[in-house]
Structures are given as C-alpha cells and as structure tokens.
C-alpha cells in the first residue's frame, strides 16, 4: 500500500459508505483489535481543519465500540467486492464471542497507531477528535427515531481527523 494525500483522492462517498461499505476497526497489538461493517456515515470538514474529517457511528451493544472507546484512532478499510460476504459476516458476528477476523481470512496489520487489514483497497487512519452519544430527544423527525431504534439501541457518533489515507491500487485517485 502507498500513502497518498486526500487532494489525490476520486470516489463518492455515497457508494463508498452505502454500496461498498466500509469496515470500521480500532484496538492494538498487546491488548486486542476488533472490526465491524458499516454503512452509515460522512467524509467531509469540519472545524476548519486542512485535514478532512469522517463521522462513524457505532451502537452502545457493539463490541468494537469498546476498542474504538479506548484508543485515540481508529480505521475505516474499504475492501473489493469480492469481500462482501466476509463484510456481511463481520457485520452480524461479535468478536466477543468468536475471532471473526481470523474466520473471515483476514490479515491484521498494526501500525499507524491502530489496526487495519493488508487486504483493503483504501485506509483511512482517523484519530478520534469528537464522540456524543445520539438521544431520542434530538430527533425533529420521530419516524426516523422509530425506524432506526426500535430497541432502544442508539449510536455514539465519532468525529475523526484522517490523518492518513493508504491505497493498494489508483482506483481512488483522480
């Protein structure tokens, strides 16, 4: 994989959060790492950063959001269509009770201050700047409340600065 700059960067975030997903991964060598899919999310700036900005969202009852809770960074890997059941599997299985990424095939890689995957196409290295869980009470919208969390089991939005992008191939560059 090579680092490259966001500016060289050419892709919609629309596919690349709702039709490719992407996986989210935060955790270290010594203590553990965990991932799960996601398909919720933005890519933009915010706070007059030069650098730009992911917001994830993560469910209070996902194991992952212990790690990502823990650590100051966290991944977001985007993987070949050929990937897509192992994605879907990572997104329904909690690695607190399984190694999902091992029985998915894939190789953990532990540098940048978190853990991604040498199978990815794409890595954004994100370090958390802002986390607010969601409340019922801050929707304008309540069929959106009741569609979303018909349990009760809200997210925890988190605001990360990617502070490096890495690519296996050109598919992402203009």
């Known amino acids: 994989m090579k680092e490259v700059s966001y500016k060289d ?5 629309f596919n690349l959060l ?5 996986l989210l ?3 270290n060598e010594q203590d553990g790492c965990n991932t799960m899919t996601i398909s919720w999310g933005h890519i933009g700036c915010m706070w007059g950063h030069n650098d730009p900005t992911v917001v994830a969202y993560i469910r209070a009852s996902r194991y992952t959001k212990t ?3 823990k650590e100051d960074y966290f991944t977001l890997c ?4 050929s990937f897509k059941k192992q994605m879907a599997y990572l997104g329904s299985v909690s690695g607190r009770d399984e190694n999902k990424i091992e029985k998915a095939g894939l190789t953990k890689v532990f ?3 978190s853990v991604y995957f040498k199978e990815a196409k794409l890595v954004l290295v994100c370090k958390k700047e802002y986390a607010a869980d969601l409340k019922e009470s801050g929707f304008i919208d309540k069929e959106v409340f009741e569609q979303a969390y018909p349990n009760g089991d809200l997210h925890t939005m988190y605001v990360g600065k990617i502070e490096k992008i ?3 191939d ?3 560059l203009g």
Request: hydrophobic share 45%; glycine share 6%.
């Open 9 to 13: 960067l050419k892709f919609n975030p």
């Open 18 to 22: 709702g039709k490719e997903w992407m």
């Open 25 to 27: 991964s935060a955790g």
């Open 67 to 69: 790690f990502v809770d």
């Open 78 to 81: 985007v993987m070949d269509a």
């Open 111 to 113: 540098a940048d201050n």
């Open 166 to 168: 890495l690519v296996r």
């Open 170 to 172: 050109d598919e992402y």
